[in-house]
C-alpha cells in the first residue's frame, strides 16, 4: 500500500470535512427558518418552537376551556372563536381557541377533570375531516390507539375528559355531519364524557347559525351544571390591542400594506405555497365565454410554471379575493375611519394563545381589503354583542332587538344598519373579533395537467344575486375580482365591473401586469387509471369544469395511441345561444376520440318545458346501465342540494328499472358505488 504523505492527508480531511458539511447543513448548521412557520408576523401564536402540548399550554395560560376547531373554509373556526368569546364573558371561564393540527393529543389521558374541551367540527367532501383535522381525527379513531399511559380502548384512558361538540354539515350530502359524529363516537369510547347534546348545524337548509343558537343555549346549561359556573351579564373583553402609530408611514418597508407574510412583504416569496402562503401568478390568458350581455362566464389560464406547483386533473385552485373599494370604502365610512383609512395601526394579542389574523402593522385600509370577510353574512349574536356600541339609545334598542329575534333580524338589519349613523364607538379590535377572516374560494381545475400541466384553467360565473329587501344586489367578491381582471387584459385601463373598483394591482403593484394570489388544492376527484375504463359525468353550468380536463385529458391520450374507454358527459344550460360553454370544443374533442365521446346535452329554456341534466339520464338509461356493468366511473359536479341529490336518485331508479330489482336494491348498488369510489361528486350548495 502507497504511502500518505502530509499533503494528502490535508487534502483527505479537506474533502472529508467538506463532506460531511455538506450533508448536515440545514440539520447542524446553517439552518433555515422556515418562514411559513408562522403565517402572520408579529402574531401572538403559531410561533416557531410552540409546545404541541395542550395541557402544558393550557396550564401556562391558566385556561381551563379548550375550543378545537376543524375548518376548511374559516367558518368552523369563527364559531370556535364565538363559543370561546361566550364562555369567557358570559361564565368566567378562561378560554382559548386551537387549531387542531397545532397539538398533538397522546396526553388527553391526563387531561384533568376541572378542565373541559370543546369540538367545533366541520365536514369536509364525502364525510372526510378537514384538511387541519386529518392527523387528529385519525389518532382518535384508530383501531389501536394508545395515550401516554399506555390506555386503550378497553382501559377508558379518557374518563376525565370532559368534552362538548358542535358539527358543520350539509344534508344534500350523503354523509352528513360524520365527522362531529365519529368523533363524539370515538370520545365516548374512551371513556370521554359528552357534556349537553352533539349539536349539528344544516347549511343545505340554511339552518346553520339558528342550529348552532339553539344548541349552544342548552350546551350552557349543562355546562354551567358541571362546572358550576356562574353566569353573569357579558360585557366585552377585548382580545386584541389595537393600537395607531400616527408617527409611522404607511409606505414604511415594515408596514403591511396586505402582504400575506414577511417574505411578500420584503419581495422575496418563495414556496412551498399553501393555505398560508400564495403564489402571485400572471393569468396568461383570459375570455368570456357567454354569449348573451347580461352574465358573464370567465374562463382564464393561470401560469403556474417555475413555482414548484403542481396538480393532477380533478384537483382545485384556490383564489384569494380582495374586497371591492366600493364595499371598503362603505365599511371604513360608517365606522367613521374613512379620514383616517391609511393610519397604522399595531395588532396584538393579549392573551398568549390569542392569534392575530393578519400581519402587524398594517393600516385600517389594508386589514378591511386583504383580510376581512365583509360582505359576508354576520351572526345575530354579533349583532348583539356590538349594540352596547350603538350611536344612540334608540338604535341599541333595535339592535338588541334584532340580535334576539331572528325574524326581525331578516326584516330589520339592513334597514338599521342604512340609517346612515356612524358606529364610531365599536372598538376595531371587536371587528376582527367578530368578522371571519377572509378565505380563499375553490374552483374545480377546468384542464388536464397531462396537456398542461404549468397551466390550470379556471372556469367561473360572475356571480350577482339580489336579495328580497336588500338595496343592493349582492355581487360576488371573487369573480368580479376576476372579472375585473379579465377587462384590465382586454385593453380597459380603469377596469371596474359593476362599480366595485378593485385594487387589483394588489399591496404597493406587486399584482401588476395582471397577477392573482393562487395555490393548490389537491382533490380526490379522479379519472379512473386505467384509461380504458369507461366513465359517465353529470356536470350541468360550470360543474362541467372538471369534465372539461377530463375529456381533454382522454383526448390527448386517444392522440397518443392509447385505448380510451367510452366516455360520456351530460351537460345542461339554459340556451343553446347563450350558454353552451365551450361548444367548440367539444366538437374537437369530438374529432379525437371519435366514437368513444359522446354529448348529451339538456337546454333548460330553449322548448315549452324545462329540460335537465337528470331527465336526460333517464333517456340514456340502458347506455348507463350497460356502462355501468362494465364497471363505469360514475362523476357528479354542480348544485349539492338540487341537482345532485336528484342525480343520485334517478341513478338509482335506472339501475332499478333496467336489471328488474327494487328500487331499495338500486340505491344499495349507488351506496357500495360511492364506498368504492366509483360515484364521485365534485359539488357545493
Given at each position: 500500500?502507497?504511502?500518505?504523505?502530509?499533503?494528502?492527508?490535508?487534502?483527505?480531511?479537506?474533502?472529508?470535512?467538506?463532506?460531511?458539511?455538506?450533508?448536515?447543513?440545514?440539520?447542524?448548521?446553517?439552518?433555515?427558518?422556515?418562514?411559513?412557520?408562522?403565517?402572520?408576523?408579529?402574531?401572538?401564536?403559531?410561533?416557531?418552537?410552540?409546545?404541541?402540548?395542550?395541557?402544558?399550554?393550557?396550564?401556562?395560560?391558566?385556561?381551563?376551556?379548550?375550543?378545537?376547531?376543524?375548518?376548511?373554509?374559516?367558518?368552523?373556526?369563527?364559531?370556535?372563536?364565538?363559543?370561546?368569546?361566550?364562555?369567557?364573558?358570559?361564565?368566567?371561564?378562561?378560554?382559548?381557541?386551537?387549531?387542531?393540527?397545532?397539538?398533538?393529543?397522546?396526553?388527553?389521558?391526563?387531561?384533568?377533570?376541572?378542565?373541559?374541551?370543546?369540538?367545533?367540527?366541520?365536514?369536509?367532501?364525502?364525510?372526510?375531516?378537514?384538511?387541519?383535522?386529518?392527523?387528529?381525527?385519525?389518532?382518535?379513531?384508530?383501531?389501536?390507539?394508545?395515550?401516554?399511559?399506555?390506555?386503550?380502548?378497553?382501559?377508558?384512558?379518557?374518563?376525565?375528559?370532559?368534552?362538548?361538540?358542535?358539527?358543520?354539515?350539509?344534508?344534500?350530502?350523503?354523509?352528513?355531519?360524520?365527522?362531529?359524529?365519529?368523533?363524539?363516537?370515538?370520545?365516548?369510547?374512551?371513556?370521554?364524557?359528552?357534556?349537553?347534546?352533539?349539536?349539528?348545524?344544516?347549511?343545505?337548509?340554511?339552518?346553520?347559525?339558528?342550529?348552532?343558537?339553539?344548541?349552544?343555549?342548552?350546551?350552557?346549561?349543562?355546562?354551567?351544571?358541571?362546572?358550576?359556573?356562574?353566569?353573569?351579564?357579558?360585557?366585552?373583553?377585548?382580545?386584541?390591542?389595537?393600537?395607531?402609530?400616527?408617527?409611522?408611514?404607511?409606505?414604511?418597508?415594515?408596514?403591511?400594506?396586505?402582504?400575506?407574510?414577511?417574505?411578500?412583504?420584503?419581495?422575496?416569496?418563495?414556496?412551498?405555497?399553501?393555505?398560508?402562503?400564495?403564489?402571485?401568478?400572471?393569468?396568461?390568458?383570459?375570455?368570456?365565454?357567454?354569449?348573451?350581455?347580461?352574465?358573464?362566464?370567465?374562463?382564464?389560464?393561470?401560469?403556474?410554471?417555475?413555482?414548484?406547483?403542481?396538480?393532477?386533473?380533478?384537483?382545485?385552485?384556490?383564489?384569494?379575493?380582495?374586497?371591492?373599494?366600493?364595499?371598503?370604502?362603505?365599511?371604513?365610512?360608517?365606522?367613521?375611519?374613512?379620514?383616517?383609512?391609511?393610519?397604522?395601526?399595531?395588532?396584538?394579542?393579549?392573551?398568549?394563545?390569542?392569534?392575530?389574523?393578519?400581519?402587524?402593522?398594517?393600516?385600517?385600509?389594508?386589514?378591511?381589503?386583504?383580510?376581512?370577510?365583509?360582505?359576508?353574512?354576520?351572526?345575530?349574536?354579533?349583532?348583539?354583542?356590538?349594540?352596547?356600541?350603538?350611536?344612540?339609545?334608540?338604535?341599541?334598542?333595535?339592535?338588541?332587538?334584532?340580535?334576539?329575534?331572528?325574524?326581525?333580524?331578516?326584516?330589520?338589519?339592513?334597514?338599521?344598519?342604512?340609517?346612515?349613523?356612524?358606529?364610531?364607538?365599536?372598538?376595531?379590535?371587536?371587528?376582527?373579533?367578530?368578522?371571519?377572516?377572509?378565505?380563499?374560494?375553490?374552483?374545480?381545475?377546468?384542464?388536464?395537467?397531462?396537456?398542461?400541466?404549468?397551466?390550470?384553467?379556471?372556469?367561473?360565473?360572475?356571480?350577482?344575486?339580489?336579495?328580497?329587501?336588500?338595496?343592493?344586489v349582492v355581487k360576488g367578491v371573487t369573480t368580479n375580482y376576476l372579472l375585473a381582471l379579465k377587462q384590465k387584459q382586454h385593453g380597459?385601463?380603469?377596469?371596474?365591473?359593476?362599480?366595485?373598483?378593485?385594487?387589483?394591482?394588489?399591496?404597493?403593484?406587486?399584482?401588476?401586469?395582471?397577477?392573482?394570489?393562487?395555490?393548490?388544492?389537491?382533490?380526490?376527484?379522479?379519472?379512473?387509471?386505467?384509461?380504458s375504463t369507461p366513465i359517465i359525468m353529470v356536470g350541468p353550468g360550470t360543474g362541467v369544469a372538471p369534465f372539461r380536463g377530463f375529456?381533454?385529458?382522454?383526448?390527448?391520450?386517444?392522440?397518443?395511441?392509447?385505448?380510451?374507454?367510452?366516455?360520456?358527459?351530460?351537460?345542461?344550460?339554459?340556451?343553446?345561444?347563450?350558454?353552451?360553454?365551450?361548444?367548440?370544443?367539444?366538437?374537437?374533442?369530438?374529432?379525437?376520440?371519435?366514437?368513444?365521446?359522446?354529448?348529451?346535452?339538456?337546454?333548460?329554456?330553449?322548448?315549452?318545458?324545462?329540460?335537465?341534466?337528470?331527465h336526460k339520464l333517464k333517456e340514456y338509461a340502458e347506455e348507463v346501465n350497460n356502462l355501468l356493468q362494465q364497471k363505469a366511473f360514475?362523476?357528479?359536479?354542480?348544485?349539492?342540494?338540487?341537482?345532485?341529490?336528484?342525480?343520485?336518485?334517478?341513478?338509482?331508479?335506472?339501475?332499478?328499472?333496467?336489471?328488474?330489482?327494487?328500487?331499495?336494491?338500486?340505491?344499495?348498488?349507488?351506496?357500495?358505488?360511492?364506498?368504492?369510489?366509483?360515484?364521485?361528486?365534485?359539488?357545493?350548495?
Amino acid at each position: 500500500m502507497a504511502q500518505l504523505d502530509t499533503l494528502d492527508i490535508v487534502v483527505l480531511v479537506a474533502l472529508l470535512l467538506a463532506t460531511v458539511a455538506y450533508f448536515t447543513k440545514g440539520t447542524y448548521w446553517a439552518v433555515r427558518k422556515d418562514p411559513y412557520a408562522s403565517p402572520y408576523a408579529n402574531g401572538s401564536a403559531s410561533k416557531a418552537g410552540k409546545s404541541r402540548d395542550i395541557l402544558e399550554t393550557m396550564d401556562k395560560s391558566g385556561k381551563n376551556c379548550v375550543v378545537f376547531y376543524g375548518s376548511q373554509t374559516g367558518t368552523a373556526e369563527d364559531y370556535a372563536s364565538r363559543l370561546a368569546k361566550e364562555g369567557s364573558s358570559r361564565f368566567g371561564l378562561k378560554t382559548m381557541v386551537a387549531d387542531l393540527e397545532e397539538y398533538d393529543y397522546d396526553n388527553l389521558d391526563k387531561f384533568p377533570d376541572d378542565k373541559v374541551a370543546m369540538f367545533v367540527l366541520a365536514t369536509y367532501g364525502e364525510g372526510e375531516p378537514t384538511d387541519n383535522a386529518v392527523d387528529f381525527y385519525e389518532f382518535i379513531t384508530s383501531q389501536d390507539v394508545s395515550f401516554s399511559e399506555g390506555g386503550g380502548t378497553e382501559e377508558k384512558p379518557l374518563s376525565t375528559f370532559k368534552f362538548v361538540a358542535f358539527g358543520l354539515g350539509n344534508n344534500t350530502y350523503e354523509h352528513y355531519n360524520s365527522m362531529v359524529r365519529n368523533v363524539n363516537k370515538a370520545l365516548e369510547k374512551l371513556g370521554g364524557s359528552r357534556i349537553g347534546a352533539a349539536g349539528e348545524g344544516d347549511d343545505g337548509a340554511g339552518t346553520m347559525e339558528e342550529d348552532f343558537l339553539s344548541w349552544k343555549e342548552p350546551m350552557w346549561s349543562a355546562l354551567t351544571q358541571s362546572m358550576e359556573l356562574e353566569e353573569r351579564e357579558a360585557v366585552y373583553e377585548p382580545a386584541f390591542e389595537v393600537t395607531e402609530k400616527p408617527d409611522m408611514d404607511a409606505e414604511d418597508d415594515t408596514v403591511y400594506l396586505g402582504e400575506p407574510n414577511k417574505n411578500h412583504l420584503e419581495g422575496a416569496s418563495r414556496g412551498p405555497y399553501n393555505t398560508h402562503n400564495p403564489y402571485i401568478a400572471p393569468i396568461v390568458e383570459s375570455s368570456e365565454i357567454f354569449k348573451v350581455e347580461n352574465r358573464n362566464c370567465l374562463h382564464m389560464e393561470i401560469d403556474i410554471g417555475g413555482s414548484n406547483l403542481t396538480y393532477t386533473t380533478g384537483d382545485h385552485v384556490a383564489v384569494w379575493p380582495t374586497n371591492a373599494g366600493k364595499e371598503v370604502d362603505r365599511f371604513l365610512n360608517v365606522l367613521g375611519l374613512a379620514s383616517k383609512r391609511h393610519m397604522v395601526i399595531a395588532v396584538k394579542g393579549l392573551d398568549p394563545t390569542a392569534k392575530v389574523p393578519f400581519p402587524s402593522p398594517t393600516t385600517y385600509d389594508a386589514a378591511v381589503r386583504y383580510h376581512m370577510e365583509i360582505c359576508a353574512p354576520v351572526s345575530r349574536q354579533f349583532v348583539s354583542m356590538i349594540a352596547q356600541f350603538a350611536p344612540n339609545e334608540s338604535i341599541k334598542a333595535e339592535m338588541t332587538k334584532v340580535g334576539s329575534d331572528k325574524d326581525y333580524f331578516v326584516e330589520k338589519l339592513l334597514e338599521i344598519l342604512g340609517k346612515g349613523e356612524k358606529w364610531t364607538a365599536i372598538p376595531f379590535s371587536l371587528w376582527i373579533e367578530g368578522i371571519h377572516k377572509i378565505q380563499p374560494r375553490y374552483y374545480s381545475i377546468s384542464s388536464s395537467s397531462l396537456v398542461q400541466k404549468d397551466r390550470v384553467s379556471v372556469t367561473a360565473i360572475v356571480e350577482s344575486v339580489e336579495i328580497p329587501g336588500a338595496p343592493h344586489v349582492v355581487k360576488g367578491v371573487t369573480t368580479n375580482y376576476l372579472l375585473a381582471l379579465k377587462q384590465k387584459q382586454h385593453g380597459d385601463p380603469h377596469p371596474d365591473p359593476h362599480g366595485l373598483d378593485y385594487a387589483i394591482t394588489g399591496p404597493r403593484n406587486k399584482y401588476d401586469g395582471i397577477h392573482v394570489p393562487v395555490h393548490i388544492r389537491h382533490s380526490n376527484f379522479k379519472l379512473p387509471s386505467d384509461p380504458s375504463t369507461p366513465i359517465i359525468m353529470v356536470g350541468p353550468g360550470t360543474g362541467v369544469a372538471p369534465f372539461r380536463g377530463f375529456v381533454q385529458e382522454r383526448a390527448a391520450q386517444a392522440k397518443a395511441g392509447e385505448n380510451v374507454g367510452k366516455t360520456i358527459l351530460f351537460f345542461g344550460c339554459r340556451k343553446k345561444m347563450e350558454d353552451f360553454i365551450y361548444e367548440n370544443e367539444w366538437e374537437e374533442y369530438k374529432e379525437a376520440l371519435g366514437d368513444k365521446f359522446e354529448l348529451v346535452v339538456a337546454f333548460s329554456r330553449d322548448g315549452p318545458q324545462k329540460v335537465y341534466v337528470q331527465h336526460k339520464l333517464k333517456e340514456y338509461a340502458e347506455e348507463v346501465n350497460n356502462l355501468l356493468q362494465q364497471k363505469a366511473f360514475f362523476y357528479v359536479c354542480g348544485d349539492a342540494a338540487n341537482m345532485a341529490r336528484e342525480v343520485n336518485t334517478v341513478l338509482a331508479q335506472i339501475i332499478a328499472t333496467q336489471r328488474g330489482i327494487p328500487e331499495s336494491k338500486g340505491e344499495e348498488i349507488v351506496k357500495a358505488m360511492r364506498a368504492s369510489n366509483q360515484y364521485q361528486e365534485d359539488v357545493w350548495s
